[in-house]
């Protein structure tokens, strides 16, 4: 029974898998190269051995990639070639707003059907390269003021840095990652956070990418939660790599700062995925994290999902930082993000007290573009009422 259960499991996900790549797949197919365009035959031909040569090479790849194997090769074409996919995918269905715009116009076959073709292939190549482009430059700085009610006067002006998301991965970054830490010291913050998703890939893996962090700069602490990602590698590692160059890491527990006679509370709990991935101490546990704080002191929490201000909420803290969510990243993944989070980007109230600030990310996952959805550094500066 047990055994037949799994059989139906992996034949309904392959099920699923193969549908999804039939759609990504086929509509622009349909709508750039067969249907109504009255393309010669060498063209239809060269296009439609494209599609197919996509069609194999993405599950191909990122199997070889993201599988047991962990190929960065591999991961790095397939996770590019997502990106080209999703983006052709999309701008084909707004294409089909221009097609019916110039049926309305009078405009017939085959010209209405390669005007639309052609406008969806500059499109996708256009926002591709633009993407590219925002993906791998030094995040800009989203600045923002957050008022605490419950903080100290002596703490009026604190300023807070998060990144979050730097997916250390399958390109190298390491040029970048340094970027990144230039930019947060020349804030000259009194919190650095990391708030999960450091890489994807153990620490001996990216570790040349992950050094600059070292040298980052804070006058009261530098703070460091795991996120989910952390979870398909070796969470633990990344902790004990973090505490040791220099960083705190919230593993379940919290640190106090203060200045003259005012206290902050920091707090950081494990990813929402820690306590299903099986790994023996880890899970969210925000009571534990707590345990021993002052009450009246006010609470910054990092918790890597936005999902996770539930619990925060009902522990009465005053403000969580997140990520995850990578503000969609793809446009418009964003839709989809807010199916599963509260919310995809920026500052929200939830109860009578608690904020959370979710940040759109420093880096990316998978595909090397972003579209719509720019990263950032985050700086924080946090005001007593």
Same mark, same amino acid.
């Given at each position: 029974?047990?055994?037949?259960?799994?059989?139906?499991?992996?034949?309904?996900?392959?099920?699923?898998?193969?549908?999804?790549?039939?759609?990504?797949?086929?509509?622009?197919?349909?709508?750039?190269?067969?249907?109504?365009?009255?393309?010669?035959?060498?063209?239809?031909?060269?296009?439609?051995?494209?599609?197919?040569?996509?069609?194999?090479?993405?599950?191909?790849?990122?199997?070889?990639?993201?599988?047991?194997?962990?190929?960065?090769?591999?991961? /790095? %074409? =397939?996770?590019? #070639?997502? $990106?080209?996919?999703? !983006?052709?995918?999309?701008? +084909?269905?707004? @294409?089909?707003?221009? *097609?019916?715009?110039?049926?309305?116009?009078?405009?017939?076959?085959?010209?209405?059907?390669?005007?639309?073709?052609?406008?969806?292939?500059?499109?996708?190549?256009?926002?591709?390269?633009?993407?590219?482009?925002?993906?791998?430059?030094?995040?800009?700085?989203?600045?923002?003021?957050?008022?605490?009610? /419950? %903080? =100290?006067?002596? #703490?009026? $002006?604190?300023?807070? !840095?998060?990144?979050?998301? +730097?997916?250390? @991965?399958?390109?190298? *970054?390491?040029?970048?990652?340094?970027?990144?830490?230039?930019?947060?010291?020349?804030?000259?913050?009194?919190?650095?956070?990391?708030?999960?998703?450091?890489?994807?890939?153990?620490?001996?893996?990216?570790?040349?990418?992950?050094?600059?962090?070292?040298?980052?700069?804070?006058?009261?602490?530098?703070?460091?939660?795991?996120?989910?990602?952390?979870?398909?590698?070796?969470?633990?590692?990344?902790?004990?790599?973090?505490?040791?160059?220099?960083?705190?890491?919230?593993?379940?527990?919290?640190?106090?700062?203060?200045?003259?006679?005012?206290?902050?509370?920091?707090?950081?709990?494990?990813?929402?995925?820690?306590?299903?991935?099986?790994?023996?101490?880890?899970?969210?546990?925000?009571?534990?994290?707590?345990?021993?704080?002052?009450?009246?002191?006010?609470?910054?929490?990092?918790?890597?999902?936005?999902?996770?201000?539930?619990?925060?909420?009902?522990?009465?803290?005053?403000?969580?930082?997140?990520?995850?969510?990578?503000?969609?990243?793809?446009?418009?993944?964003?839709?989809?993000?807010?199916?599963?989070?509260?919310?995809?980007?920026?500052?929200?109230?939830?109860?009578?007290?608690?904020?959370?600030?979710?940040?759109?990310?420093?880096?990316?996952?998978?595909?090397?573009?972003?579209?719509?959805?720019?990263?950032?550094?985050?700086?924080?500066?946090?005001?007593?009422?």
């Amino acid at each position: 029974m047990l055994r037949r259960r799994v059989v139906v499991r992996r034949l309904v996900f392959t099920t699923v898998v193969l549908t999804i790549l039939a759609l990504l797949f086929a509509l622009p197919w349909w709508a750039l190269v067969y249907s109504s365009t009255d393309w010669p035959t060498p063209v239809v031909a060269v296009g439609t051995l494209v599609f197919v040569a996509m069609l194999i090479a993405l599950p191909t790849f990122m199997f070889l990639g993201h599988g047991p194997r962990h190929l960065d090769w591999a991961a /790095r %074409l =397939g996770d590019a #070639l997502l $990106g080209v996919v999703w !983006v052709l995918f999309v701008w +084909t269905l707004i @294409g089909d707003l221009l *097609r019916l715009a110039l049926l309305i116009g009078g405009v017939d076959n085959p010209a209405r059907s390669r005007i639309v073709a052609i406008f969806t292939l500059v499109a996708v190549v256009v926002l591709l390269a633009w993407g590219f482009v925002e993906a791998m430059r030094i995040p800009r700085v989203v600045r923002l003021d957050v008022t605490i009610p /419950r %903080l =100290g006067r002596d #703490l009026d $002006g604190t300023t807070v !840095v998060a990144i979050t998301d +730097t997916h250390y @991965g399958a390109i190298d *970054r390491a040029k970048w990652s340094a970027g990144v830490v230039e930019a947060v010291n020349e804030l000259n913050a009194d919190i650095v956070c990391h708030v999960g998703d450091i890489a994807d890939g153990t620490v001996t893996q990216r570790r040349l990418q992950a050094e600059p962090l070292a040298s980052v700069r804070a006058r009261l602490a530098k703070v460091y939660v795991t996120g989910n990602h952390e979870y398909f590698s070796e969470a633990q590692g990344w902790l004990d790599y973090m505490t040791e160059i220099g960083w705190e890491s919230l593993h379940n527990r919290h640190v106090v700062v203060g200045k003259g006679g005012s206290e902050l509370v920091i707090a950081g709990v494990d990813d929402a995925t820690a306590r299903g991935s099986g790994l023996e101490g880890h899970g969210a546990n925000l009571a534990e994290a707590l345990r021993g704080a002052d009450p009246d002191s006010p609470i910054l929490l990092l918790a890597h999902q936005p999902k996770q201000v539930k619990q925060a909420e009902a522990a009465g803290v005053d403000l969580q930082l997140a990520g995850h969510t990578h503000g969609g990243q793809m446009w418009p993944f964003n839709f989809l993000v807010r199916l599963d989070q509260p919310v995809v980007h920026g500052l929200a109230k939830f109860g009578e007290r608690t904020q959370l600030y979710t940040s759109r990310g420093s880096g990316f996952w998978g595909p090397p573009f972003r579209i719509f959805a720019p990263s950032e550094i985050t700086l924080i500066t946090l005001r007593a009422s």
